[in-house]
Nanobody, 125 residues
């Protein structure tokens, strides 16, 4: 299953951008939805996650206070609102779904079964 992510683009430093991702309905109530990113020449890293059933969230320290992950229950959508963007936020952003993320730490990409195709975010200085 490939998730559908959208919303990337080019933005100036200090600007805002919002990403969207359609979650799979399979096991959604026990899922965690995550956002990861991969900059050129770097490993994929955790950005944020949301546990669907309780709505609890977690963020990487590098984005805390600037990014916000949220969901739309009716549409099975998850969003990543990014503000105060910095050039170091430039990366390909991936949404992912951990089908049992409600029961385990979901900061690790290896826990996620479903992935989106990636959407590119470029922040110019």
């Amino acid at each position: 299953v490939q998730l559908q992510a959208s919303g990337g683009g080019l933005v100036q430093a200090g600007g805002s951008l919002s990403l969207s991702c359609a979650a799979s309905a399979r096991n959604l109530r026990s899922s965690a939805m995550g956002w990861f990113r991969q900059a050129p020449g770097k490993e994929r890293e955790f950005v944020a996650l949301l546990r669907w059933s309780g709505g609890t969230t977690s963020y990487a320290d590098s984005v805390k206070g600037r990014f916000n992950i949220s969901r739309d229950n009716a549409k099975n959508m998850v969003y990543l609102q990014m503000s105060s963007l910095k050039p170091e936020d430039t990366a390909v952003y991936y949404c992912a779904q951990d089908l049992v993320g409600d029961y385990r730490p979901s900061h690790y990409s290896r826990n996620y079964e479903y992935w989106g195709q990636g959407t590119e975010v470029t922040v110019s200085s």
